[in-house]
């Protein structure tokens, strides 16, 4: 009998080294061959050489010092940023004298009647109990300076954002020479380039405006873009299909399919906008800003609770009624919608007519509640039977000693202890294994400025902070957004407590934390970690939601299991949603650097506030800068840049 026998197949090339990742880690093996040991002989201290450090003390405290000189007569000033300051005034001032005209009784009426045509009676009497506390706490007059000037600056944030996302979302090109724009202006600490606004504009509202928009455009332009770029592109072939024209299928169809990122992205700009009160108090915005920064000076932690509640309550009212106004969009009108706006517009004025002509105007002082005292009281317990002693777990201080000793300063001295042009290689090698050459370079370039800008050493500090609160941020914030969303019941009871985290102003939680934590990196690290994670979490939730259900019906009939669905179907599809979320949490954990500083982080943060309180823009800025970079280098190193998929590829 013949046997058959097979051929052996022809051997070729292992597949793994036809992965592209593996042929640049070959390349940057060999590289690094050649370039280490020149680097190692020509500079084997390891440390930044003073050679390659620029002094950028003599040109910044020029131009502070011509700013000064001409701010009053160039025309630059006169007939530009004059203009702008006087539109700002004005909209403002006209925002908060119309608050005050219609009484405290016609604002609670106005806002429980807007929110019951929007979403219903339930949220108009939420919005009603939450506008009557902000009287009840006697906080009533600063909370109309603030919500002044959030109306103001929310809608020019959302105005910029959603135009700056509507060009990175249509063009690629805009897209790449956006992005690090969008970083910049996220990162750049508050602190940083509050002197320079303060130095243009001077102290006053205009500044702390100005200060918001460029603080809380960035996520709406961010999750602008992100919808746009994640339209169905069967719908958009389907209506390109009927030959309807670019602008067409943008109003018809990319907008209405990017509408729930459009609405986090407004969610997200209020609460950027919010947190900034505090921060914009110190430049003369006033309002409830001021009265936590106040508070805080004199270590009262009552006083500034009852100052951060509003805050609080204001930017849950804002995100329920702007969410559910958008839940709206698209639907059909309802019979007689107008003669229902108009009969409650009738029912605002006659409350504010009868609250005018009773004279009540203002908030009744025997109607104040004083929470302080119990607050504080509250506060010394916790401080007296949780900061040491606590049987078997220990106290918080000892938490904050360990995570100091065994993760902070390691990870601080490895850092330091590398040479500095090992740490350029490891970054080029990060970033271009995820991306291409150019991403590579900008990461480079970026870390070597800090260098260049003469703060290698503090910069690195920052950095051994900034990983460690990602870290924790990015564990806890994708198990709690991969539970809610897998959970409508959670992600309802999550909600409200993401809301108070994310606008409860970072110095109101700041003494507790100091309190419970002691002084020192590990509270920087934990308010950071208390800021980034509702980002976080939002996101990481929104993302793996809009994962299309047939591709979960499809997984789950074949027999696929929960976990296999998640972890096959719903991250794979939801990676540009995550990949966000790791972003976000990178930014706002930089973002709250310049906090850290002031209980004891040190380093980048602490010369930011410095050179705001000494008037000394050569150090803020410089120490400013240095964060964007150290943004800029992380976003590279996290952030793959995508690809179009060639044939045969």
């Not at 308010?527 to 939730?541: E, F, G, M, N, S």
């Not at 259900?549 to 074949?558: H, T």
């Not at 050179?611 to 952030?639: E, F, H, K, P, Y």
């Amino acid at each position: 009998m013949a046997t058959i026998t097979a051929n052996p197949p022809r051997i070729g090339l292992p597949a793994l080294l036809k992965n592209r990742a593996v042929h640049k880690l070959l390349l940057l093996a060999a590289a690094a061959a050649i370039l280490v040991p020149l680097a190692d002989a020509r500079w084997a201290s390891g440390t930044w050489p003073s050679a390659l450090t620029l002094d950028f003390s003599e040109p910044l405290a020029k131009a502070s010092d011509w700013i000064i000189d001409n701010r009053d007569s160039h025309p630059l000033f006169l007939y530009f940023f004059g203009h702008v300051s006087n539109v700002v005034v004005i909209a403002v001032r006209a925002v908060y004298l119309t608050l005050l005209a219609i009484g405290w009784a016609g604002v609670t009426a106005l806002g429980a009647l807007v929110a019951w045509r929007v979403a219903g009676v339930r949220l108009a009497l939420g919005t009603a109990v939450a506008f009557l506390a902000c009287g009840l706490l006697g906080m009533w007059v600063p909370t109309m300076q603030t919500l002044a000037l959030m109306v103001v600056a929310v809608l020019a944030s959302v105005v910029v954002g959603a135009l700056l996302g509507l060009a990175s979302g249509l063009s690629d090109r805009m897209d790449r020479v956006l992005r690090p724009v969008l970083d910049t202006m996220q990162v750049l600490p508050a602190f940083a380039y509050l002197l320079p606004v303060v130095l243009v504009f001077g102290i006053g509202v205009p500044a702390a405006v100005l200060a918001t928009v460029v603080y809380a455009a960035p996520p709406m332009a961010r999750l602008t873009a992100l919808g746009l770029r994640g339209a169905d592109k069967e719908v958009l072939e389907a209506v390109e299909s009927l030959g309807s024209t670019a602008r067409q299928r943008l109003l018809t169809a990319r907008i209405p399919l990017a509408r729930k990122e459009l609405l986090l992205g407004v969610n997200q700009t209020i609460m950027m906008a919010l947190s900034m009160a505090v921060i914009a108090a110190v430049i003369g915005a006033g309002g409830l800003g001021d009265r936590v920064y106040q508070a805080l000076a004199s270590v009262d932690v009552g006083a500034a609770l009852a100052a951060g509640i509003p805050i609080v309550l204001l930017a849950v009212v804002l995100d329920r009624v702007t969410g559910a106004a958008g839940e709206r969009l698209g639907a059909e009108p309802e019979p007689r919608s107008g003669l229902g706006w108009l009969l409650a517009l009738a029912g605002v004025v006659a409350v504010a007519v009868a609250g005018r002509l009773a004279g009540r105007l203002d908030w009744p002082e025997a109607w104040i509640v004083n929470i302080a005292e119990p607050v504080n009281r509250a506060v010394d317990w916790m401080t007296a039977h949780l900061y040491s002693g606590v049987p078997v777990i220990g106290g918080t201080a000892d938490w904050a000693g360990h995570f100091t000793t065994w993760v902070l300063d390691p990870v601080r001295d490895g850092l330091q202890g590398l040479p500095w042009w090992s740490l350029l290689l490891i970054v080029a090698a990060l970033a271009w294994v995820i991306g291409t050459w150019r991403t590579a370079l900008t990461a480079v370039l970026a870390m070597a400025a800090i260098g260049v800008l003469g703060v290698w050493k503090p910069s690195l500090d920052t950095l051994s902070q900034v990983l460690a609160a990602v870290a924790v941020t990015l564990v806890v914030g994708f198990a709690v957004g991969i539970a809610a969303a897998r959970s409508d019941r959670l992600e309802r009871m999550l909600r409200p407590v993401l809301d108070v985290f994310q606008t409860m102003p970072q110095f109101v939680y700041l003494i507790p934390v100091v309190a419970l934590f002691g002084v020192g990196r590990a509270p920087a690290v934990a308010a950071a970690i208390v800021y980034a994670l509702p980002a976080v979490v939002r996101i990481t939730t929104q993302g793996l939601r809009q994962v299309d259900p047939a591709a979960l019906e499809a997984a789950g009939s074949l027999g696929a299991t929960s976990w296999q669905q998640l972890k096959q179907v719903q991250l794979p599809l939801a990676r540009p949603a995550l990949l966000l979320a790791v972003n976000q949490g990178l930014v706002l954990v930089l973002a709250v650097v310049v906090i850290g500083g002031l209980v004891g982080g040190g380093a980048l943060g602490y010369d930011v506030v410095f050179g705001l309180a000494q008037g000394d823009l050569a150090t803020g800025l410089v120490a400013g800068v240095a964060i964007v970079c150290l943004g800029l280098m992380l976003d590279r190193v996290t952030q793959p840049t995508e690809r179009r998929a060639k044939k045969g590829a």
